[in-house]
């Protein structure tokens, strides 16, 4: 091809940036990547379609050289330091106009920090959150950019031919001003710890509660992504459930997995950033604190040996895993409205104008978090786009008041039977004290002004009141 013929250009070939940038050239845009180790230049070039313009740069100023102005350079680089890096050598190959696309897992302060950099120089910045893993990127992840309106004018064809479709609708919108992109991502991640501490609460009631095979697990996640609970983490969990393992005899691959979950910090984010707006999502800050005390193995193992819990057998199987079903249903939509209300606190509070109702529409296709309950979510906002809770929705409303009993008994036999549902109890717990018109915390209030002179308000006064207890 001719100098300055490229469509879009990719910085960061591993699997999410080749994938999307094969993508992108399946789509009829000319697609140019570089990356600093040659191997993951030509794997991009070897799996690119026929018929299709797809280029592996031999140097970043070379991939700029070819890009049509204004250039479109994406990275896809891990979080931190490296981004920095890449836009410090971008910054001298670029010009006025051109643009730069974050679309890792960046913190939204590091993207505020970016974009206040960029703008004396005249370079448009766009933070964008991408979902969908390696196959997501490949055939169609949910795409969520924000910030920068010129950038996002110059970008939305591509990024509408490349993202999912629901319905014929792209799973790709602006996500509102500034770090917005990054900042729904974010909460996209901590709803997605949520439901997957949620579903390994199930996975332990099934397993050592009822007993049950992992064939059995997986039959009864098959036949629940069927219906009102489908979603793609419980089509993958059922899916897991039937893997075998290549490394030894007769063993499916979850048994053979330490059970010490990793993270990458999305969802410790989501809680921090929860308490400092303030706004509670009490499940997220669960499925963090469970990850964390996950890698105490040890400690865990001795404590084990000291305590020596029995698991108590569950009986009838057919009526829990009703329950089971109908109580991880009422906790997953819980989920949602913690992480849903978080981004509606966030969208005033940082001044994003985050629109809620494109946010749950984009999530329909394409990210982790996709499930059924997003149409509902998304005809909720369209009446409501100012919705500041879910809950408050009345299709929501009459959902979780048909489920939540279930929920409430799950917890109740897995707390007889020693199982620990952490995650579901604090589910429970925040639709309790979200639906209480009355809390306990008048007599917090009388404590704070007993011992510390903090002062309270009364219910029947207008007025700041303080009492010589
Ligand atoms: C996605 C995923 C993706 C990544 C997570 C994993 O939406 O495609 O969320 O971004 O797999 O960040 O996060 P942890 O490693 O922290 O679990």
Not at 13 to 30: C, E, H, Q, V, Y
Not at 315 to 343: F, P, R, W
Not at 434 to 439: G, K
């Amino acid at each position: 091809m001719a100098n300055n013929s490229f469509d879009f250009g990719m910085i960061g070939l591993g699997t999410m940036g080749r994938n999307l940038l094969l993508n992108i050239a399946d789509n009829g845009f000319s697609a140019i990547g570089f990356d600093r180790d040659a191997t993951k230049g030509q794997l991009l070039e070897s799996s690119a379609t026929k018929g299709t313009t797809v280029k592996s740069a031999s140097s970043l100023a070379e991939m700029i050289q070819l890009l049509k102005a204004p250039r479109k350079v994406m990275m896809l680089v891990p979080a931190g330091p490296i981004v920095d890096s890449v836009i410090n050598d971008l910054i001298p190959l670029l010009q006025p106009g051109d643009i730069i696309i974050d679309g890792g897992n960046s913190h939204y302060i590091d993207t505020l920090k970016r974009i206040d950099f960029l703008k004396d120089k005249k370079i448009h910045f766009m933070g964008m959150g991408v979902s969908g893993g390696e196959k997501g990127a490949r055939f169609g992840p949910s795409i969520m950019p924000g910030g920068d309106i010129e950038a996002w004018k110059a970008v939305k064809q591509i990024l509408e031919a490349v993202s999912a479709k629901v319905n014929s609708e792209p799973c790709v919108a602006y996500m509102g001003k500034a770090a917005a992109g990054h900042y729904v991502k974010m909460v996209h991640n901590g709803i997605e710890y949520a439901i997957m501490q949620l579903i390994s609460e199930v996975y332990d009631v099934m397993k050592r509660g009822l007993n049950m095979s992992n064939d059995e697990m997986h039959a009864v996640f098959a036949k629940w992504n069927q219906g009102a609970m489908q979603s793609y983490l419980i089509e993958i969990t059922a899916d897991i459930f039937l893997k075998q393992d290549d490394l030894t005899e007769n063993n499916r691959l979850v048994d053979m997995i330490l059970d010490k979950a990793g993270s990458k910090g999305t969802g410790k984010w989501t809680s921090q950033d929860a308490m400092d707006l303030p706004v509670s999502v009490p499940t997220i800050d669960i499925a963090v604190a469970l990850r964390d005390l996950s890698s105490y193995k040890d400690e865990r193992v001795a404590a084990a040996a000291l305590f020596q819990p029995v698991i108590k057998p569950m009986k009838n199987e057919e009526k829990v895993i009703q329950q089971l079903h109908d109580g991880l249903y009422a906790a997953t939509i819980i989920c949602y409205a913690q992480g849903l209300s978080m981004l509606a606190k966030a969208s005033t509070e940082l001044k994003m104008d985050i629109p809620l109702k494109d946010v749950v529409r984009i999530w329909r296709g394409g990210c982790i978090i996709r499930s059924a309950l997003l149409e509902i979510f998304t005809k909720a906002y369209k009446k409501d786009k100012t919705l500041s809770n879910i809950l408050l929705n009345k299709k929501v409303v009459s959902l979780v008041k048909k489920s939540n009993a279930s929920l409430r008994k799950v917890i109740q036999l897995a707390v007889a039977s020693k199982i620990p549902v952490t995650g579901l109890s604090s589910a429970i717990g925040y639709l309790d004290a979200y639906t209480s018109a009355q809390m306990p915390v008048n007599l917090i209030q009388a404590q704070r002004d007993l011992f510390g002179a903090h002062t309270y308000q009364r219910i029947d006064k207008e007025g700041i009141f303080h009492t010589e207890w």
